[in-house]
């Protein structure tokens, strides 16, 4: 199954998670499921030009799909996942989109971070430093 869905009604971040999940409780096939799931961040504002909407609101339901998928992560005992988020031919975006992506991260850290040490998740961040729109420190 792919991890991403660029025509579905749900943005990038709509995951096989959902799926299989769906496909357990209805009693469709087990599997094993894997203990490394990566994630791509990617094709959220296409859909939202894609379905009418603004590139901020297409990030913003990206994020809210891949809530869905953490958690689902965590509640099937997926020992890692990695996400992809932010790559250096993003600082190319317009400054509005770029800090509404950066807004969504403090939104994140506010909020899900907290529920995610809860439930026993490891959080470690792996990033390249840039002081301005992709010029290496």
Do not use: K
């Not at 990038?12 to 496909?23: F, M």
């Not at 799909?65 to 031919?89: D, H, K, N, P």
């Amino acid at each position: 199954m792919p991890l991403l869905s660029r025509s579905s009604s749900t943005p990038a971040a709509s995951t096989a998670a959902e799926q299989d999940e769906s496909q357990h409780e209805s009693g469709g096939p087990a599997g094993v499921l894997p203990r490394h799931v990566a994630i791509i961040m990617d094709g959220n504002g296409r859909w939202a030009h894609a379905h009418g909407l603004p590139r901020g609101e297409g990030h913003r339901r990206g994020v809210e799909a891949l809530r869905r998928a953490v958690r689902f992560a965590v509640r099937r005992g997926i020992r890692y996942l990695t996400l992809f988020s932010f790559s250096s031919e993003n600082w190319s975006r317009p400054d509005e989109e770029i800090e509404g992506l950066f807004n969504l991260v403090r939104i994140f850290i506010r909020g899900d971070l907290a529920e995610l040490n809860r439930s026993g998740a490891r959080i470690r961040s792996r990033a390249t430093a840039c002081s301005t729109r992709g010029a290496p420190m």
